[in-house]
């Protein structure tokens, strides 16, 4: 046999390799998501199963087991889409890997469900419905489970085209649509509904225009100064006690309102002491932390990676401890309604099922979580690590402001507004300087029109679609709840 023939053998060979090499990536890829819908499935039905080993011989048990299913459905869907507004600029501003960020919101949020998720949970969404109109047990069940499965359907569809939506808003839909197909449309609030609304536009206001005015402060004080590392080391320091005191004030007061009865008033002096205490033990670790860097933009980053690591852990803590309770909330008065046989304005939540939501949370933020992490962090806008901290102290400043006012706001929109807020400052900041320096520039090479339209730093697709989902939650999950409950309605 020549060399020549076995020559052209091998290379025959290692082309059929290759494509049997190329034939199992594929098969890789494709079966990878089959891997995640799988051991969601496992988790639905273990929920299922563990309601029912829990609960004994309740009357109605398979009526519980369905609504921990749905339940758990629920919480996976939370970990997907809600959990990314809070670690995505984080991974955007590479301050964390995809795995640390899903580490320590998973841990971070787990924690804040089950420590301080709440003991007493509004079993109609916020007061929406009135009780009396559904007191019958069997239909305000059926209008539970509906209320719950359509707005985990919901926000799966919103998680599959690559949009942040409020999964409280989500719960509120669902139980709006549930209970007008029960008792009918007068047995709606509608100011409360009003006011739900109403926080559609105040919430990601209020984030973006908080964003942009901590990132025009840093810009003002530090970055654009002479000697920007000799202005950091005395304003981080103040940044530090700022997000210190706008934390420990936001978890006094929404965290923790279920341990401890604390008013506005004593939160904020709670938050006053911490950030005084943080912003002093800072001033050491910030100089020293300054020592050998250079005295450029890029030496900032390093400054602001720390706090903003723990910003986004305290945002996922808070976020645990209540918006998981609004999520299972359909699921913890189905479970009252069938054990006691009636229907209350406010119920206790079984810590079986706070495990449900925060075990859910966590599956689905490992899972699904990545495509919303990566939407949220660097596909609106890019982020480094001082404008992910303007979003993240915006969130908690926000939802302080709003507190103080008695308006009722979405953290997702918060956080998603921040994320807008810092990218069109950005833009007007840089349409500014550009304008500037053509006051000192030859006609010839001014940037053209068309140029500068080209280099706009917000992608207005991510926008158009952000706030068109936004703007049809509520009317898509109180369909698809309305819809659903008619349909066992009629079928009974």
């Known amino acids: 046999m ?53 609960t004994g011989n309740t009357p109605g048990l398979l009526f519980v087991m369905a609504a921990a299913a749905f339940g758990a459905y629920m919480a996976l869907n939370i970990g997907a889409n809600d959990v990314a507004n809070n670690m995505g600029p984080a991974v955007g501003a590479n301050a964390l890997s995809m795995a640390g960020a899903i580490a320590i919101a998973a841990i971070c949020e787990s924690a804040g469900a089950l420590i301080a998720g709440g003991d007493v949970v509004s079993t109609i969404s916020k007061g929406i419905i009135a009780p009396e109109s559904v007191a019958d047990s069997a239909t305000f069940t059926w209008a539970m489970m509906a209320a719950l499965l359509g707005a985990a359907v919901w926000v799966n569809i919103a998680t599959w085209i690559g949009a942040p939506v409020s999964t409280t808003h989500s719960v509120v839909g669902g139980v709006l649509g549930a209970g007008v197909a029960a008792a009918g449309i007068a047995a709606v609030n509608w100011p409360t509904m009003g006011g739900i609304a109403a926080s559609w536009v105040i919430s990601p206001f209020l984030g973006g225009v908080i964003a942009a005015g901590m990132l025009a402060f840093i810009k003002w004080k530090v970055v654009y100064r002479d000697d920007k590392i000799a202005a950091a080391r005395v304003w981080v320091p103040v940044l530090i006690g700022v997000m210190s005191a706008a934390f420990a004030t936001y978890l006094a007061m929404k965290g923790l309102k279920h341990l401890f009865d604390i008013g506005l008033g004593h939160a904020a002096l709670i938050g006053v002491l911490v950030g005084v205490l943080a912003g002093l033990v800072s001033v050491p670790l910030i100089r020293r932390q300054s020592v050998g860097l250079e005295n450029r933009n890029r030496s900032l980053k390093v400054m602001f990676t720390g706090p903003l690591v723990i910003s986004a852990g305290l945002l996922s803590f808070a976020h645990g401890a209540n918006d998981v309770a609004n999520a299972v909330g359909p699921l913890a008065a189905i479970v009252h309604a069938q054990q006691d046989g009636e229907v209350l ?95 000192t520039l030859p006609q010839a090479k001014r940037l053209a029109p068309e140029e500068r339209r080209r280099r706009k730093l917000v992608r207005r697709s991510h926008f158009m679609t952000i706030v068109a989902a936004w703007g049809i939650t509520v009317p898509a999950t109180a369909l698809l709840s309305g819809g659903l409950l008619a349909a066992i309605m009629a079928l009974q």
């Open 2 to 54: 020549s060399d020549t023939f076995k020559d052209r053998q091998w290379k025959t060979l290692d082309k059929d390799l290759k494509r049997l090499s190329q034939v199992g990536t594929a098969a890789q890829s494709v079966s990878r998501p089959l891997v995640g819908v799988g051991i969601s499935l496992a988790f639905i039905v273990a929920a299922a199963l563990a309601a029912a080993l829990v």
């Open 345 to 439: 304005g406010q119920v206790a939540i079984p810590v079986w099922v706070m495990v449900i939501g925060a075990f859910g949370i966590s599956f689905g933020l490992m899972l699904f979580g990545p495509k919303l992490i990566r939407m949220v962090g660097s596909q609106i806008t890019k982020l480094n690590p001082v404008r992910a901290y303007c979003v993240a102290l915006s969130a908690a400043l926000t939802v302080i402001v709003a507190s103080w006012l008695g308006l009722p706001v979405s953290s997702t929109h918060i956080a998603v507004g921040g994320v807008f807020g810092v990218g069109f400052f950005r833009e007007w900041d840089a349409e500014r300087r550009w304008r500037r320096m053509d006051q």
